[in-house]
């Protein structure tokens, strides 16, 4: 079981700016964890994000030389993608692909078909520079505008983005909505379709049903799952300051429930999350 923590999900959209500084030596502690993933920093519009604006700034001092762990950036564009492609660093970028026409324009502001091209050229990028390129499948549980959704879609997606030489796709519970019968469900069909096929979980979730989730996608066959420390970000557009990332330490206990011993230090992860309390709360 992979364990990808995402604290620039966590941060992205916090206020007041961290300090550059204290984001590197946050990120070098999660370094010493055993994460799998690391998903740091993102390449778009500092309009847009300005907390994760100064990406290319952390990357200069992340010490990333002695670990394992991949690190992760998210890109929107083929510009964002140019950019990240630059850092040998870099294992893997991530690209959010909506399957929700209406969140796809209000996130990317451009159409589903847009996108899709977009891949095309991102996965062109990432493929010449030698990096891995995630597919994060945005709101691939369903989603709150009505738009066409169900199992098959997002099947469907798959079997088109896979066809560019995609190879991990991580599911987005972007709002969540998911329930534990649609989680198993496409869970147990994509694993089935597609075996050579890595896919992962992103759950947004309220204190009270991460475990229902967790255990749902892992008995289905998933074991790459994204948290963040204290369960803190999630999606602006969910409108419930519940409703956050799937908690990290939730993460870990099951991994260790599952398939004890873990890789993860358990005591450098307590200080890494003693240290995103100070970032957050001072």
């Given at each position: 079981m992979k364990i990808i923590e995402c604290p620039r999900d966590a941060w992205q959209g916090f206020h007041p700016?961290?300090?550059?500084?204290?984001?590197?030596?946050?990120?070098?502690?999660l370094l010493k964890v055993g994460f799998?993933?690391?998903?740091?920093?993102?390449?778009?519009?500092?309009?847009?994000?300005?907390?994760?604006s100064d990406t290319a700034r952390v990357l200069e001092h992340i010490d990333s030389q002695h670990s394992s762990t991949r690190l992760l950036a998210i890109v929107a564009n083929e510009r964002g993608a140019a950019e990240a492609c630059r850092f040998e660093r870099i294992n893997d970028l991530g690209y959010p692909f909506s399957i929700s026409e209406t969140f796809?324009?209000?996130?990317?502001?451009?159409?589903?078909?847009?996108?899709?091209?977009?891949?095309?050229?991102?996965?062109?990028?990432?493929?010449?520079s030698g990096k891995e390129l995630v597919i994060y499948i945005s709101m691939g549980f369903g989603n709150p505008y009505n738009d066409p959704w169900n199992a098959d879609i997002v099947l469907e997606w798959v079997e088109k983005l896979m066809v560019v030489g995609i190879k991990t796709f991580?599911?987005?519970?972007?709002?969540?909505?998911?329930?534990?019968?649609?989680?198993?469900l496409i869970f147990?069909?994509?694993?089935?379709?597609?075996?050579?096929?890595?896919?992962?979980?992103?759950?947004?979730?309220?204190?009270?049903?991460?475990?229902?989730?967790?255990?749902?996608a892992y008995l289905a066959g998933c074991r790459r799952f994204d948290g963040a420390l204290l369960g803190y970000g999630g999606c602006p557009m969910a409108q419930d300051e519940l409703v956050g990332n799937m908690p990290t330490e939730q993460l870990v206990h099951f991994l260790d429930e599952k398939e004890s011993p873990s890789n993860i230090n358990k005591e450098e992860?307590?200080?890494?999350?003693?240290?995103?309390?100070?970032l957050v709360t001072n």
């Open positions: 700016f961290i300090p550059t500084e204290k984001k590197v030596a946050y990120l070098n502690q799998d993933t690391i998903d740091f920093g993102s390449f778009v519009s500092p309009k847009a994000m300005p907390q994760v796809q324009q209000r996130n990317a502001n451009s159409s589903i078909a847009e996108s899709l091209d977009r891949v095309n050229k991102i996965a062109d990028l990432s493929h010449a991580s599911l987005a519970d972007t709002v969540g909505l998911a329930s534990v019968r649609d989680i198993t147990s069909k994509l694993i089935t379709a597609y075996p050579e096929l890595e896919f992962g979980a992103h759950f947004h979730t309220t204190p009270t049903h991460w475990r229902d989730k967790v255990e749902a992860l307590e200080l890494a999350r003693q240290m995103f309390l100070e």
